[in-house]
């Protein structure tokens, strides 16, 4: 737990310094001051866990976001492509794919991968499952093979 109040500690102050400024003794006092006292509310309420810091993906998430703007770039390309073909090319659909993240921070960073990429929509999370609405069947299928899945445990390793 002191790792996360360290973690929100230099955040909030990063934060903080880089939105304010202007660094008279004044004001860092009382930027101090604020940081302070969002940990202890943050204590208070209970919110600082792995969930709300998650620390554990901080050296595996900048290959993630990096293989994520590919897709996003691939996906855009594609939904460009099926715009000019019209609505001949596109075959919407929706199916259920199971959801091998075991971890909630997994599954839902793994629904909004899904949700960013366009052409696809996560629309309902269910503990081992997804609801996907898909603009062509090959993105379903795409999904169902599951590298954006793979690629999501790795990250969670």
Known sequence: MNKHIIS?????AVLWLCNSG????LLLTLGLLSVFFVIWLSLRMGIIDDESQPLHLS???PAYYFWLAKQIIRSNIDVVVHVWRGNQSI???VATIPIGQQSEIGKVIYANSITLTPGTVA???QPDSVLIHSLTADSMQELRQGEM???VNRLEM
């Open 123 to 125: 629309m309902n999370i």
């Open 91 to 93: 075959s919407p659909c």
């Open 149 to 151: 899945a793979r690629q």
């Open 59 to 61: 050296r595996k998430l």
């Open 8 to 12: 929100l500690f230099f955040v909030l």
């Open 22 to 25: 202007i660094y008279t003794p």
